[in-house]
């Protein structure tokens, strides 16, 4: 160590070269930044003498004396008084000494798209992409699971049908399954995605454009002893014009190319009638038979459609578990309102009461000159679909956030209007975790108002995590009719208000 | 249809989204992993569906990618640049996109200026500038001749020029000779010191490496390979743009045969070239410049593909261009490094972002090859960890991996090559850069260097253009 110090007018300076010691450039610039920071320091320079930094050394008037090398590390302080020249140079040494820590980590680098999760797993794994962002950017990571050769659930509402289709044709062609978007449930190999029921496995496969639709079926199916081997939702518009079955022939295709599936079951919301067609020739070049429970006015519906299924393999309808609740008749002159979360459902009460009943108004109703848009107080039969769009902008899916409909509850038992109320109560994953403990209070409080006759189709297993037969209970305990099957329930309903279906 | 193998048993999850279904999932025991998914960083929603449904897409970046990785680069030739791209006369090539005098920053001007005076168009500087400012010295970017130059890039018709070949496509690309480091032209100073040392690379330095190079091959060697030394650099601690010590090393090694036995030639000479090549740790960058620039050239005009062909800055505008806009510059304000300062230097002193050397970055080593440098981490915040952290998340921003430009501490993974605009806007984290700092000052030289990152509008603007394309092709 060889320290000068050269005063300056009001400044302490100092020049050291020290030799045996060696840091990388990068951490001695860091080391100078540091110092340099310091109050009562104007000039500092920490670094190897190289000729360069000699040249640097000398602009800033630290020259240091004598005939410095390379190897030797310069170190050139001045300060505007000893004190702080004094205390600069102690920093030099502690921060010359100090170790670095880490701060970060490559594991700690998340993944931002669906691509990159999807790099991460082995290539022949089973795998697939859920997706529920919004709907506008939901098309990009769609798109990426397609790329990575994966199948992809896209629950996300408000995708561009023309999106929907450039998504479905792509998949095709990369042979892969795009399910949704706006697909609420599938079941893939015993696992349940968004909406579904614990249903056991089985030989009988489920291609669904309709999410509470196929929960319906898969739970009758379980309570008729038969399980599932997939569910594979394609999302409500696939069955339309604009999307011509895209995604319903693949599951199709696919399901009949798996061993563990030997029957399908087709279940829609009503389908465009020429896809219908194409779907049910395409069905019937499959060695898999198909039966379809596509909804319609001339077809049954689908508690009838799993009934034919069970028929078709040889096993006895069994009875449909119920809680059939107080027999009591409607007020003369009653209407039907049908407050339900699932559109499948409420497709499926109009279908089987319009016929009795006459034409009955909708939030998304059969005909469009029926149609309520989002006046939910409409006199006469109504049904509403809680579930529609217009109606989830901003707010949770009625499964699992029943504020909306426990307020048309409320406003029914204070409405003079004479009517049977019925609702659908969907269990599984995803759904409220108690749907008849909100529910039954909200019942008992409208019956409590005015004679109100309630009928509940109960959509569920035992080996849900809510339990069909402890909401069931709860349920009738309210004073609600209850039906595991939609159309029993709409039929039960039919009768209270003297009009048979 | 078998779906990928989806219904051969419980599947693994990929979730991006709301957490309820994920959580219902892990209920049940599935394997979930989600997606820190967030809105893109920019780009309309609508010009983002177009690209990510754009049927020619994947295909097109495959073949943009597999052009990238195929192409090799040999070094073929030392000559003058006007010679080699036929550079005229009154004519000065610089970085980055396109640029007057008016627009050009004080390192900039200062290297015209130098480049000026050393072609002996003019006597002094104010006769330099009056050239420079009357448009009687044509300015045009080292990209528009197959040309990378580093920081200020300024190629004047009689500087030598490391010629590379491409073995693959035949493809050529050039890059003048690493200066050194200090006060030299490229980061903006033109003092007599300067212009001495470009008298006497322009006399002694070129005339003996181009005597080296052709011997060798006129005596049936092999070319130099570039590309296999930019590999094993990156097995020796340099990334490839910020520290270049393994690989000015191993070309003075592959080198120096042939430098030795040039004939004719003073012994004083071929010492000083040797000392001039052994003392300056950059002087592989000249190398492996053109080595991308093969690699990212031999890429370009693939019609729907969102890969960056050009990343480059003049100390201006930072511009860039993909494989499927061909030759568009989309450009906006570079934006000013952060790092570390030589001497009492400061942030004041330092020039916005400038030089073609991004075009390390562009082909997937220098700032994205990050792990593999842990000497100079600390240009990335610090530590170690930081530096596989950076590298990590280019991954993300890319097409592919490079098995050529294996990273020793990433388990040898390729480094991360072919920036994807589409990516780029979807994760909102923009490419890494390592750069130098010149000063702002022209004739001031290096002031530091660091790190910096393009400007977002550049990604912006493409992102556009690619998805205007998407929709009319």
């Not at chain 1, 939901?138 to 050769?149: H, K, L, N, P, W």
């Not at chain 1, 107080?326 to 499926?348: N, Q």
């Not at chain 2, 279904?21 to 893109?40: I, K, M, N, T, Y």
Request: glycine content about 10%; aromatic content about 4%; proline content about 7%.
């Amino acid at each position: 160590m060889s320290p000068t110090a050269p005063s300056g007018a009001g400044a302490a300076v100092s020049v050291q070269l020290r030799s045996g010691v060696y840091a990388d450039s990068v951490k001695l610039m860091q080391v100078s930044r540091r110092i340099g920071a310091r109050d009562g320091v104007s000039a500092v320079l920490v670094a190897m003498a190289t000729p360069l930094n000699l040249e640097l050394a000398a602009g800033m008037g630290l020259a240091p004396e004598g005939d410095p090398s390379p190897e030797q590390l310069l170190i050139a302080v001045r300060a505007e008084d000893d004190d702080a020249l004094a205390a600069a140079l102690a920093d030099v040494d502690s921060a010359l000494a100090e170790r670095e820590r880490s701060t970060g980590s490559a594991d700690a680098i998340p993944h931002r798209t669906v691509g990159a999760g999807l790099d991460e797993l082995p290539a022949d794994a089973p795998a697939l992409a859920i997706v529920s962002v919004p709907g506008t950017y939901a098309v990009a990571e769609a798109a990426d699971a397609i790329a990575a050769g994966r199948s992809v659930l896209v629950f996300s509402d408000g995708v561009p049908v023309e999106h929907e289709v450039a998504l479905k044709r792509a998949a095709h062609d990369a042979g892969v399954l795009v399910m949704g978007p706006d697909c609420g449930t599938a079941i893939v190999s015993g696992v349940a995605l968004g909406f579904a029921n614990v249903v056991r496995p089985g030989p009988v496969g489920l291609v669904a454009a309709s999410g509470t639709g196929a929960q319906q079926v898969s739970c009758l199916l379980d309570m008729a002893g038969v399980g599932v081997s997939h569910v594979l939702g394609v999302g409500g518009r696939d069955l339309s014009e604009a999307v011509g079955g895209l995604a319903t022939l693949d599951a199709l295709a696919a399901l009949d190319a798996d061993p563990a599936t030997e029957r399908v079951l087709l279940v829609s919301k009503p389908p465009a009638p020429s896809v219908a067609a194409d779907v049910a020739s395409f069905a019937d070049g499959l060695s898999v038979p198909v039966r379809s429970a596509a909804l319609s006015a001339e077809t049954p519906d689908l508690t009838a459609a799993v009934e034919a299924l069970l028929t078709d393999m040889g096993l006895d309808v069994p009875v449909w578990p119920s809680r059939p609740g107080p027999a009591e008749a409607a007020v003369p002159g009653a209407v039907l309102k049908g407050l339900f979360s699932g559109g499948t459902l409420a497709d499926e009460v109009m279908l089987i009461a319009s016929p009795v009943l006459g034409g009955i108004r909708s939030n998304t109703p059969l005909e469009p000159g029926l149609d309520v848009g989002t006046d939910l107080s409409t006199s006469g039969h109504l049904v509403v679909d809680f579930g529609d769009d217009a109606l989830t902008v901003g707010r949770a899916h009625p499964m699992i956030d029943p504020t909306l409909r426990l307020e048309a509850i409320a406003e029914l038992a204070a409405s003079d209007e004479p009517a049977v109320l019925l609702l659908d109560v969907v269990l599984g994953y995803g759904a409220d975790p108690d749907p008849a403990g909100a529910l039954s209070a909200a019942l008992q409080a409208a019956r409590a108002q005015k004679a109100l006759p309630v009928v509940v189709a109960l959509i569920g297993t035992e080996g849900d995590p809510q339990g069909w037969s402890r909401q069931a209970d709860a349920l009738a305990a309210a004073g609600a009719a209850v039906f595991s099957s939609n159309a029993a329930a709409t039929r039960y309903a039919l009768d209270l208000l003297g009009a048979s279906a | 249809m078998s779906l990928g193998n989806l219904l051969s048993g419980p599947p693994s999850i990929v979730a991006a989204g709301v957490d309820v279904f994920s959580d219902a999932l892990r209920a049940q025991g599935a394997e979930v992993a989600d997606v820190d998914w967030r809105p893109p960083g920019f780009g309309d929603p609508a010009d983002l569906a177009a690209l990510a449904l754009d049927a020619r897409r994947a295909a097109a970046n495959r073949t943009a990618v597999e052009r990238l990785l195929a192409a090799g680069s040999v070094l073929v030739d030392v000559r003058p640049a006007h010679e080699v791209i036929g550079l005229a006369d009154r004519t000065l090539l610089h970085s980055g996109p396109p640029l007057t005098w008016e627009a050009a920053s004080g390192p900039m001007r200062g290297a015209l200026v130098g480049a000026c005076l050393f072609e002996g168009w003019a006597a002094d500087v104010e006769e330099a500038e009056i050239l420079l400012s009357t448009g009687a010295i044509t300015l045009d970017p080292c990209h528009h001749h197959r040309t990378v130059g580093p920081m200020a890039g300024v190629t004047s018709p009689s500087m030598w020029m490391w010629c590379l070949e491409d073995p693959v496509t035949g493809g050529q690309a050039f890059c003048n000779l690493n200066e050194g480091l200090g006060k030299v032209l490229r980061m903006g100073a033109f003092n007599e010191e300067v212009q001495a040392r470009l008298r006497w690379m322009r006399d002694v330095l070129g005339p003996v490496l181009s005597k080296a190079v052709r011997g060798s091959i006129d005596a049936g060697n092999d070319p130099l390979d570039v590309k296999a030394v930019l590999a094993q650099m990156l097995q020796m601690g340099d990334e490839g743009h910020n520290r270049n010590r393994a690989g000015s090393l191993m070309a003075l090694r592959e080198l120096s045969p042939s430098i030795v036995a040039v004939e004719g030639v003073p012994s004083s000479d071929i010492a000083a070239v040797l000392t001039f090549i052994g003392g300056n740790e950059h002087f592989f960058l000249n190398l492996g410049m053109p080595t991308a620039k093969l690699a990212l050239d031999a890429a370009r005009n693939v019609p729907g593909s969102t890969m960056l062909t050009v990343m480059s800055r003049n100390g201006t505008e930072f511009g860039i261009q993909t494989a499927g806009t061909g030759d568009r510059w989309f450009t906006a304000p570079a934006n000013t490094p952060v790092g570390l300062f030589l001497g009492d230097y400061g942030p004041d002193d330092a020039n916005p972002d400038i030089g073609d050397s991004a075009i390390m970055e562009t082909y997937g080593i220098g700032g994205f090859a990050m792990a593999a440098a842990p000497a100079i981490v600390r240009f990335v915040g610090g530590t170690v960890p930081d530096a596989l952290a950076t590298t990590e998340r280019m991954y993300q921003l890319t097409l592919t991996e490079n098995p050529a430009m294996a990273i020793p501490i990433m388990g040898f993974r390729g480094s991360p090559t072919g920036i994807d605009v589409l990516k780029v806007a979807r994760t909102g984290w923009l490419p890494q850069i390592n750069t130098g700092m010149a000063g702002r000052i022209a004739g001031t030289g290096q002031v530091g260097a660091g790190l910096v990152q393009p400007p977002q509008a550049c990604f912006e603007q493409a992102l556009t253009a690619l998805a205007e394309e998407a929709r009319t092709a």
